[in-house]
């Protein structure tokens, strides 16, 4: 990763740059407000309403009436929250209830003079091709199957290396199949394999990983992470091996009503779809043989946004951009993060265990505690970094800079709860101790201000540790500085050496 002395022109105007998609589904509709989508994939307003537009639709071909009446109150108070939000920038999508849907177009109507925009009816392949586009927002690299399962559609994508080779949408909605008197649970298996046989290309390979899209597969793999006692409590880049997957997908999928009434944690709106989105789930297995199945809370809707607004920008910028934003919001107004990440990356360009990209985040997280009490800090953001709103952080990443901001508040003698220790192997808590010593050494170090970070130099040779440092200013090493440049020194199994120059 270059430096990152150079400058990032950007302008956060949260009262003009905040924009608000609506996605329209067969069973639910969703609004979500961004403060800044350039800056921020994380919503801070995320609303679901269960309308079931498309209850009954392959019987009728029309939308549900009391889902419509219901749908149009929700819709309403959406229109609402952005009038007193002043949010004037609003997308509008549609999926496969209003594709269908017969009568679909006085509905259409209401809804745009309603939000005084048009709303997008999207294709099956439409579909398709926005979600795989929100899955590659929510990771670093996509490869392997999207398979996104709504109410009243099932979407299948092939990316490979981040490019999207083949897509199909097939009518598999779990909406949809428990108001089908033809599709039981029993014959659920059949049916699907019966559509899976026409899409010839999801036969012909092996995929990496399958990656899981949908409120019904998000419930499921909630459940499995609570069962599982799963340290990270966060649903987006759950990761669980195929062979671990299946008894439990096998356990759900035979529950019947009775036995889904004692399911806990889960939504109740949501626990009924549970066995058909298990069958289903297994069958797709079956299909593409996965290695790993990951669970994503990017989709259609972070895709449609996607698409506008990344083309014009490298993966680089839009990472840059997320990193000046999550500064300017923990208060780090100067950027000095990029001091600190400029002073300490030569000691740590040569490790395997804790990337630059890493070690970037740990110089703007490390400042997360900015109005916080005096005590626990270390727990505080501990907990903070662990939950911090990017989406591409895999949940071992998320331990890693959870543990080096911790050590950046706290002695290494201390740790923090044995079941984020256990996440990692000893190579990868030895490179978060040792970020974290770095981290808190040059907080030390430059305790009067970071203007003087940039005199100073750390760096490597042979089995020595050297701080440079210009005369002018050799009264800024203290005891507290030379005591934690010594214990920065014993992590990296180093010899502290001190140098002053001119």
Known sequence: ???????????????????????????????????????????????????????????????????????????????????????????????????????????????????????????????????AEGVKVGFKNVDGLVADLGGGSLELTNVENNIITNKTSLPIGVL????????????????????????????????????????????????????????????????????????????????????????????????PYLPYGSIILDEIINLINPRNVLCSISGIREGALAIEYFKDFSQDQIFNNSLNYLAFKR?????????????????????????????????????????????????????ETINTPLLRLNHSDRIKLALSCYWRYCSIKYNPQIEFLKFLNNNEIYACKQIGAALRFAHTLTSISTIFLEEFKLYKRGNSLFLKIPFDHQEMISKQVTKRFKTLSKEMFLEPRVLYSK
């Open 1 to 131: 990763m270059k430096s990152l002395n150079h400058e990032i022109k950007y302008n956060i105007d949260l009262e003009t740059s905040k924009i608000s998609i609506i996605d329209i589904g067969s069973n639910s509709i969703r609004m979500l407000i961004y403060e800044n989508f350039n800056y921020s994939r994380v919503p801070f307003f995320n609303e679901k309403a269960v309308c079931e537009l498309g209850k009954n639709l392959d019987k009728s071909r029309k939308l549900n009436n009391k889902g419509k009446e219901y749908a149009l109150k929700v819709l309403k108070r959406f229109s609402e929250i952005l009038n007193v939000s002043q949010i004037k920038n609003v997308r509008i999508i549609a999926t496969a209830v209003l594709r269908e849907a017969i009568d679909a177009k006085d509905f259409i109507r209401e809804v745009e003079n309603l939000f005084n925009t048009n709303l997008k009816i999207l294709s099956g392949n439409e579909e398709a091709e926005y979600t």
């Open 176 to 271: 949809r199949l428990m108001n089908n008197p033809l599709i039981k649970k029993a014959n659920l298996s059949k049916y699907i394999k019966k559509l899976f046989k026409d899409e010839k290309w999801l036969s012909k390979k092996n995929f990496n990983n399958l990656y899981l899209v949908g409120g019904t597969w998000r419930a499921l793999f909630k459940l499995h992470l609570i069962e599982n006692n799963h340290p990270v409590h966060i649903i987006h880049q759950y990761s669980v091996e195929r062979k671990q997957l299946y008894p439990f997908i096998n356990k759900i999928a035979s529950f019947n009503k009775s036995k889904l009434k004692t399911v806990e944690y889960i939504s109740k709106s949501r626990t």
């Open 331 to 383: 208060g780090d107004l100067a950027n000095n993060y990029k001091r600190y990440y400029d002073f300490l990356k030569p000691i740590f360009d040569d490790n395997d265990h804790f990337n630059n990209e890493l070690l970037n985040l740990a110089c703007v997280l490390s400042h997360m505690d900015w109005g916080l009490g005096a005590f626990q800090k270390a727990e505080l953001v501990f907990n």
